[in-house]
């Protein structure tokens, strides 16, 4: 299920952690605060842009066509849609 990687786009530890938890919960939305917890070690109320920037540039290594399989639920979180689902368009198309 995770994507093929060329040398240039092998994901970090930390992408692959961020990735591998959004899979395993794909369907359901992931509050900001669970992954900063659960991937990241941070306390709930740790205030940072580390989940955004690892988002990014996880969004980036996949690739167009499966970043959109990353989508952000506007000031909850994410949720990942399988990789050929094409994603909910009930959140107002944000990601």
């Keep these: 299920m995770l994507p093929d990687q060329s040398e240039n786009s092998k994901?970090?530890?930390?992408?692959?952690a961020l990735l591998?938890?959004?899979?395993?919960?794909?369907?359901?939305?992931?509050?900001?605060?669970?992954l900063?917890?659960?991937?990241?070690?941070?306390?709930?109320?740790?205030?940072?842009?580390?989940?955004?920037?690892?988002?990014?540039?996880?969004r980036e290594k996949l690739g167009?066509?499966?970043?959109?399989?990353?989508?952000?639920?506007f000031g909850v979180g994410y949720r990942f849609q399988s990789f050929s689902q094409p994603p909910a368009s009930t959140d107002l198309g944000r990601r």
């Design 11 to 16: 994901l970090t530890r930390m992408e692959s």
């Design 36 to 58: 900063l917890s659960q991937v990241f070690g941070y306390s709930p109320e740790a205030r940072t842009r580390t989940l955004q920037v690892h988002i990014h540039r996880l």
């Design 20 to 34: 591998d938890f959004l899979v395993r919960n794909a369907g359901n939305t992931v509050q900001s605060r669970v």
């Design 64 to 73: 167009p066509q499966r970043a959109q399989s990353v989508e952000t639920i």
